[in-house]
């Protein structure tokens, strides 16, 4: 084969590698942004989840058909009242060779657990009240309060185990060399270009993986991110666009791989007039006409959502509240004068220049807005820094792209759960409504799925009257391949974003 291989720089500059210098079996991924951190307890995005997930493994993880799948752990038993989870792990190593030991998964947990650290999912995981290990291969989740949903968030990619004693060195290094019980090893990093990962030969599934190397390349770019993947220069790419989907999909030599769960919407910083007010809220999501977005944003393709982003099948789904809302604007105006904005407000909408749907999301709710007097200024950085600043509250309100982060409703938490002392991932900083939290607690505690559906029904009410979250549509989440490369998956639905577990399985074929 006399192929060259280019790396897409982030200042656009091009480097040259010949294939003599590629190893058989190697994958080139086109990522859409270079991780801001590999970081195991944070959640910085799709792009550094994609890599983490070649690194690390959990004790489980959610695997390529939806459902948990043990891993680090080979088995495990929830106690009837659901505050006892109990693992047996096998025999796996780490990187350094060192073996996965209970210790090993008590330190992690304190870690995340840590109220000083800045682990993503503390909140859901600290009804974790203790963590026994009666043995070097037995784990003890002791929980203060019932939760069915709790092995939802052991299955993420921020809840991987890593060793104790790099724990000890590096918790407070962020740049520290990375060391899990992946498929894949971490290599080298060099910033603004790639990031290389080398075979684990001693990963506890045998056969695994197929590929010798992965050379993460960065493409911030859309445009370049498509056309190096038309061009060969790699295999697989992240986050198509909507206007190169159906091309992509026709070919010859690629392939599209879609799945629909993740949506698109609007949360609020509900702190400060005028969005600390559910009227201006809810007209907002009778302002916003959803077609505009599907055609401004997604070249006419995904759903519409009139009320919360519940998939149909998942507990909390209503079919009688699924159109709670609808294309209104005089009754957008009535709540807006209700609100005392009858002539409108200036404010400043948070999106990302880095990826077009965001923007033109942005755009498009600019224009509609406008027709009930909101009067805003776009704030469009790269990605990294939507990101800081979403975290920090620096917004009026944002576009919002996202999913549930596990098959559960307990997933609802992370956006609706209040209180100033969380950690503020997804949620919309600073609200905080004692109905509402009680719900979540409740439904995350309740056993009986009856039951449980009820207390959900009763949060969908509540959710839908207060708004602090407007959605907008279901997206249809790509990646695409080229010819001769099998066993990647685009995982179903919600859990589409943590899609670089099926690396382990990947093979290319030249």
């Known amino acids: 084969m006399n192929i060259v291989r280019k790396l897409g720089l982030a200042t656009g500059l091009l480097a040259l590698m010949s294939t003599s210098a590629i190893a058989e079996g190697s994958l ?81 947990f304190e870690h995340i657990l840590d ?18 290990t009666p043995d070097d291969k037995t784990v003890v989740l002791k929980l203060s309060t019932p939760s069915v949903a709790l092995i939802g968030y052991l299955a993420l990619p921020e809840s991987v185990i890593v060793p104790a004693a790099w724990l000890a060195e590096n918790k407070d290094n962020p740049t520290a060399t990375p060391i899990g019980a992946g498929p894949f090893t971490f290599g080298e990093w060099t910033r603004g270009q790639e990031i290389v990962l080398e075979k684990f030969d001693d990963y506890y599934k045998e056969g695994k993986p197929a590929l010798d190397e992965i050379h993460f390349v960065f493409y911030g770019d859309e445009n370049t991110r498509v056309n190096a993947l038309k061009s060969g220069d790699v295999d697989i790419i992240d986050y198509v666009p909507a206007k190169d989907a159906e091309a992509l999909k026709a070919g010859p030599g690629t392939e599209l791989i879609s799945t629909y769960g993740p949506f698109m919407g609007l949360q609020f910083n509900t702190k400060f007039e005028p969005f600390s007010k559910p009227e201006v809220r809810q007209a907002i999501a009778y302002a916003v006409d959803r077609s505009a977005i599907i055609n401004t944003a997604f070249n006419g393709i995904g759903a519409p959502i009139w009320g919360l982003a519940i998939p149909e099948g998942y507990m909390g789904y209503s079919e009688a509240k699924k159109d709670y809302f609808s294309h209104d604007i005089e009754k957008a105006r009535e709540l807006m004068a209700k609100a005392g904005y009858p002539d409108g407000f200036e404010a400043r909408l948070l999106a990302s220049s880095q990826y077009s749907f965001h923007q033109n999301t942005a755009v498009a709710v ?21 990101m800081s600043k979403a975290g920090n509250a620096d917004y009026d309100f944002a576009v919002l792209g996202s999913l549930g982060e596990i098959a559960d409703p307990d997933w609802l938490t992370n956006y609706y759960y209040g209180g100033d002392k969380l950690v503020r991932t997804n949620n919309s900083p600073y609200f905080d409504d004692p109905e509402i939290n009680g719900l979540l607690d409740k439904g995350r505690a309740t056993v009986d799925p009856v039951a449980r559906a009820e207390v959900y029904d009763q949060f969908v009410d509540r959710a839908l009257e207060l708004s602090p979250i407007v959605y907008f549509m279901w997206r249809q989440q790509d990646y695409a391949v080229r010819e001769g490369v099998t066993g990647f998956t685009n995982l179903p639905g919600f859990l589409t974003f943590q899609s670089g577990y099926s690396l382990e399985n990947t093979k290319v074929e030249d």
């Not at 600019?366 to 790269?382: C, F, H, V, Y």
């Open 28 to 108: 080139w991924f086109g990522l859409s942004a270079e991780p801001s951190s590999l970081d195991t307890v944070v959640q910085p995005g799709t792009a550094a989840r994609t890599v983490k997930l070649a690194i690390h493994r959990g004790l489980v993880n959610y695997g390529i058909d939806g459902k948990i799948s043990p891993e680090l752990a080979e088995s495990y038993e929830i106690s009837e009242d659901a505050r006892t989870y109990t693992f047996h792990l096998r025999d796996a190593k780490f990187h350094d060779g060192s073996p996965v030991t209970a210790a090993d998964v008590k330190a992690t």
């Open 115 to 132: 109220p000083n650290g800045k682990a993503a999912f503390r909140n859901e995981l600290s009804i974790i009240d203790a963590v026994e």
């Open 366 to 386: 600019q224009s509609e807005l406008a027709k009930i007097g909101i009067r805003l200024t776009l704030d469009l950085p790269d990605w990294a820094t939507r």
